[in-house]
């Protein structure tokens, strides 16, 4: 299992703080840095900041917004992250939510899994270099009767294949990311429910004739170190109510759909309901420390060891940590604290 880092969305007046600590993670060895966008700073500009700064972490996009770029476009993106990185480009891709799809970037969010598909297909013949001729549901290239032409991509990526990572949280995007990405982007990740969120996934490696060999699971699992785990939950409530309670409206939230099936419904509807009353402190209230002890890192080494045994069994292989907690030189001595726990589970490559 290796370690990660997800330093999520910029532009809060966190960049500096979160350039040292990509500089640290790469400084400590670890494996992959990667940047978020929602409406605000895009994760590309980001990347191509922190890959002039740092000299052999991967960088990747967790995630690009798939209404947010035509396919082409983001496979000139990802060519040219390459290229300037070394070869260290992760291309992280989402569908992103109703609310921003539409909201934000002006495209239905329609069909999701079908629309996906066609991308992804796009992306990775441009990234092969070769002629761009699609007739999709979505996606026509070149556009018919007009004087448009198939093109080649002109920027060679460093690697002839570029990882492609799909944040999934329902079964069928799991079954689909399975089928066509190299890496699944988790998030809310618990070992205990791992065969359920696991099952959709091998059986979409199965239906493209793979194996789960090489394949990348990546959760992003919050830190935060301390003697006592339910304290060290309280910087974890924040995030949970807001993805669980506010990222999406009230008849479609994944993250809420997923608390759901993890068998926490009840809490789940009294955090959104709160959440979307604007009662931030009764959605926080609301979210169960069990809920955040199964899906994040809490308390003592020893415990983080243990849990950190649970998730190498589950399957993780890319251990992403989200570090909401702290100042700076404590979040910097997280990062330093994860390797030591890690290198004692004898878990690491």
Not at 93 to 112: A, I, M, N, T, Y
Request: proline content about 5%.
């Amino acid at each position: 299992m290796r370690l990660g880092l997800n330093l999520g969305y910029w532009g809060a007046g966190n960049d500096a703080d979160n350039l040292e600590l990509a500089r640290e993670a790469d400084r400590l060895g670890y494996s992959v840095v990667w940047a978020a966008e929602a409406y605000g700073s895009d994760a590309a500009t980001v990347l191509a900041w922190i890959a002039a700064q740092t000299d052999s972490i991967d960088i990747g996009s967790a995630v690009f917004q798939i209404p947010g770029r035509t396919p082409a476009n983001t496979a000139m993106t990802a060519a040219t992250l390459d290229t300037l990185s070394g070869g260290r480009f992760r291309l992280g891709l989402g569908v992103s939510g109703p609310q921003v799809s539409e909201g934000w970037h002006g495209v239905r969010f329609d069909k999701p899994l079908a629309r996906t598909r066609e991308y992804v297909d796009i992306v990775r013949m441009a990234l092969a270099r070769e002629k761009v001729r699609y007739e999709g549901e979505f996606f026509t290239l070149p556009l018919p009767d007009g004087p448009g032409k198939a093109l080649t991509l002109t920027v060679h990526p460093v690697r002839e294949r570029l990882p492609i990572y799909l944040a999934a949280i329902g079964p069928r995007n799991l079954a689909l990311c399975g089928e066509l990405a190299d890496g699944w982007l988790a998030i809310f990740f618990s070992p205990e429910h791992a065969g359920e969120l696991m099952q959709p996934l091998r059986e979409g490696r199965e239906k493209a004739g793979l194996t789960m060999d090489g394949f990348d699971v990546v959760p992003t699992v919050p830190v935060v170190l301390g003697d006592d785990p339910e304290r060290c939950a309280d910087p974890v409530r924040f995030y949970s109510a807001l993805y669980v309670g506010g990222m999406g409206s009230r008849d479609k939230n994944f993250y809420h759909q997923l608390a759901c099936r993890l068998g926490y419904e009840e809490a789940a509807d009294r955090i959104q309901e709160s959440y979307l009353a604007r009662d931030y402190d009764a959605a926080m209230a609301a979210v169960p420390f069990e809920f955040m002890d199964r899906t994040a890192l809490l308390g003592p080494r020893d415990r983080v060891r243990d849990r950190l045994s649970a998730y190498a069994d589950a399957g993780v292989t890319t251990l992403t940590l989200g570090l909401y907690a702290g100042s700076l030189e404590e979040r910097l001595h997280t990062l330093r604290e994860m390797v030591e726990i890690l290198d004692e589970s004898g878990l690491g490559e």
